[in-house]
């Protein structure tokens, strides 16, 4: 069974950077699309960035040029990195996979349409 679980959320100062990493088991990342989200309570989950098993991305324009999406598929792991942090960056972080590299375009994953499975979320909280 598959199963996302992410870690490397905390607490930055605004201008500072974090890592996030989504550890994936059950399936491999070379033919599966994976990417985060991020959701503030009382908001719509909005897309963040997405990458496809030919390392293909796609960001959202609020993170383009401060974040980066990778992966390293011998560690089955997902990566965030987010420099240059704002407080609007503060939200929840999930992780989710779409199987099926190349089943929808990058800019319906990043969406959330096809995506499988899900992780519980990591919190990322930027002061001002």
């Known amino acids: 069974k598959a199963k996302l679980v992410e870690s490397g959320g905390g607490s930055v100062q605004s201008g500072g950077s974090l890592r996030l990493s989504c550890k994936v088991y059950?399936?491999?990342?070379?033919?599966?699309?994976i990417a985060w989200y991020r959701q503030i309570p009382g908001k719509e989950r909005e897309g963040v960035a997405v990458?496809?098993?030919?390392?293909?991305?796609k960001y959202a324009g609020s993170v383009k040029g401060r974040f980066t999406i990778s992966q390293d598929n011998a560690k089955n792991t997902l990566y965030l990195q987010m420099n240059s942090l704002e407080p609007e960056d503060t939200a929840m972080y999930y992780c989710?996979?779409?199987?099926?590299?190349?089943?929808?375009?990058?800019?319906?994953?990043?969406?959330?349409?096809?995506?499988?499975?899900w992780g519980k979320g990591t919190m990322v909280t930027i002061s001002s």
């Open positions: 989710a996979a779409g199987y099926g590299a190349n089943r929808y375009p990058l800019p319906a994953r990043l969406t959330g349409y096809g995506m499988n499975d």
């Open positions: 059950g399936f491999t990342l070379d033919d599966s699309s």
């Open positions: 990458i496809d098993g030919d390392g293909n991305t």
